[in-house]
């Protein structure tokens, strides 16, 4: 597996998770108010490869199982997912007995054609589905507990995965997903915890990762904000008008894609590795400028 590879499914299963707690506090919301079906738990949880929590050991299974490189905490969180899924198949058949044999049992109990052998039948249902009631509460009171350690969990796995260069635009990107995680000061204490300067360094970083999928416009965008953030960051400077010029050369902007070069070129940039990556390729960029200008005269 590429570093690549492995980079996107480190991102796709913080994903998966955040995903898995979206589902998780919508079905128990639903059974708060009474209305939780089977249909929607199957959403949360099945034995198909549908659900989202079924994706989610998956996932783990694929990184972790058996891989001598694996830290103490992602084996950590492959033992939480696993309960979890434990538990929620055990939820999964409670659902399914109440919501599909109660109504049953229900139209049979009033019946008058139940003979003796019949009713002490009934007596075993009515046994089976208060147990089922029984394990249903129990159980989903077990999921919000594990639940709650899974995203404390999750915290942990984005502090491993900080040098994962698609991290910083996936934390940009689903801001609101872990604000409703963790509110506003929790996220805020998570970004202070992996960067120097929060979510100063987490713009600049989101932007670096953009700029290394070529998405210019979007990293241009970044870069602006995060010299406005910190007026002292160089490296941010030379690659805003670097991502200018590139965006520029792509919009068939010649003339202004070379104003944004020279004055990139320009710009003192020993010691910021950031920036002298990038210095050769706008370099070449300025003779295909001279061409195309030429060419439009």
């Known amino acids: 597996m590429t570093n690549l590879n492995i980079e996107k499914k480190q991102v796709d299963l913080v994903n998966e998770s955040i995903c898995l707690y979206k589902t998780c506090c919508h079905c128990l919301d639903l059974h708060k108010r009474g209305t939780l079906t089977f249909s929607e738990v199957e959403e949360f949880v099945d034995d198909r490869g549908k659900s989202c929590l079924y994706r989610l050991k998956q996932m783990c299974h694929e990184l972790f199982r058996n891989t001598p490189g694996a830290a103490y905490k992602e084996k950590f969180f492959d033992i939480t997912v696993g309960y979890i899924f434990h538990e929620a198949m055990k939820l999964r058949e409670c659902i399914y007995q109440l919501e ?63 040098n994962n260069y698609l991290m910083p635009r996936f934390l940009l990107e689903n801001e609101r997903s872990f604000i409703a995680m963790y509110g506003k000061k929790g996220y805020q204490d998570l970004l202070d915890d992996i960067y120097d300067q929060g979510r100063t360094t987490l713009i600049f970083k989101a932007a670096l990762s953009y700029l290394g999928s070529e998405y210019y416009q979007v990293a241009r965008s970044l870069f602006q904000k995060a010299i ?70």
């Open 100 to 162: 599909y044999y109660k109504p049953q049992y229900n139209m049979l109990i009033s019946s008058p054609e139940l003979t003796p052998a019949e009713k002490k039948v009934i007596r075993e249902f009515d046994a089976l589905i208060l147990k089922a009631q029984k394990r249903l509460n129990e159980g989903l009171k077990e999921v919000r507990t594990l639940l709650k350690d899974l995203v404390a969990q999750v915290k942990d796995l984005v502090k491993i995965y900080r």
């Open 228 to 297: 406005k953030l910190d007026r002292g960051n160089v490296a941010a400077r030379f690659l805003f008008l670097y991502t200018s010029a590139f965006n520029c050369y792509f919009r068939n902007r010649f003339s202004m894609a070379k104003i944004f070069a020279e004055e990139a070129l320009a710009m003192p940039i020993d010691g910021h590795k950031e920036a002298e990556t990038y210095v050769q390729s706008l370099r070449d960029l300025l003779p295909d400028l001279a061409k195309e200008m030429g060419r439009a005269g």
